[in-house]
């Protein structure tokens, strides 16, 4: 069974100030894919980011950085420079390739980020 | 290019009554999800299509739910009939055929509310 926890409900910072959201999984296949998803106040999900478990390469796109540790099970997301905008919901997941459906994913239970001017 | 929509955005029903999602995904996808929320957990897969068949409905909870994608373009999922702990917010994704698995585009969700 594949379980994902994000130990972090919630996460109150001030604008400029970096935040690191935690990621931790759990599964025995060798061969998976983690996500990241972010659901601002307008409701829908959004990709920010896919990262295969061969791969354990540190990623940066602008301000957002991914810090997958296989050593550990986590796959950390840290926003450098917060902003008001990065206020919302963001989800960690999982896949494995033993599951039936391509895309059938296994989430955290979210971590609610509150960027204050 | 229009995003995923869904309808109704939220729904208030008394408990053994019927309720019916749509979803429309985005045109050509022919992946098409449904997951759930419930009360603020994490989110849970429902069940997966591939055109109009189901590829998938294991995540589906009992069979007072009930998916269809008839022609393989909208989907719906009726509900009948509700209970308490059908609440939660109903999110459909899609994504093409030959898209990168987990890279799907969501929908902004049904809220669903049993009374």
């Known amino acids: 069974a594949q379980k994902v926890t994000q130990a972090q409900t919630e996460i109150s910072v001030v604008e400029k100030e970096d935040v690191t959201l935690d990621c931790v999984y759990e599964t025995r296949d060798t061969t998976y894919y983690l996500f990241w998803y972010k659901q601002p106040p307008s409701g829908e999900l959004v990709f920010l980011i896919r990262?295969?478990?061969?791969?354990?390469q540190n990623e940066i796109s602008g301000r957002y950085s991914w810090n997958f540790q296989k050593s550990t099970s986590s796959f950390n997301f840290t926003i450098t420079a917060s902003q008001v905008v990065d206020s919302a919901v963001y989800f960690c997941?999982?896949?494995?390739?033993?599951?039936?459906?391509?895309?059938?994913?296994?989430f955290g239970e979210g971590t609610q980020l509150t960027v204050n001017p | 290019e229009a995003g995923v929509t869904q309808f109704p955005s939220h729904s208030v029903i008394e408990k053994g009554q019927t309720v019916t999602l749509r979803c429309d995904p985005i045109?050509?996808?022919?992946?098409l999800y449904w997951y759930r929320r419930v009360m603020g957990k994490e989110i849970k897969f429902l069940l997966h299509?591939?055109?109009?068949?189901?590829?998938?409905e294991s995540g589906m909870p009992n069979n007072r739910f009930l998916a269809e994608r008839t022609g393989g373009t909208y989907s719906t999922l009726k509900v009948q009939p509700a209970e308490l702990e059908d609440s939660g917010v109903y999110f459909c994704a899609s994504s093409q055929a030959s898209a990168q698995t987990g890279e799907l585009f969501f929908g902004e969700g049904s809220r669903l509310t049993v009374l």
């Open positions: 997941a999982l896949n494995t390739d033993e599951e039936t459906s391509g895309s059938r994913l296994t």
């Open positions: 990262r295969n478990s061969f791969d354990e």
């Open positions: 299509f591939v055109k109009e068949s189901k590829q998938d």
């Open positions: 045109s050509g996808h022919d992946n």
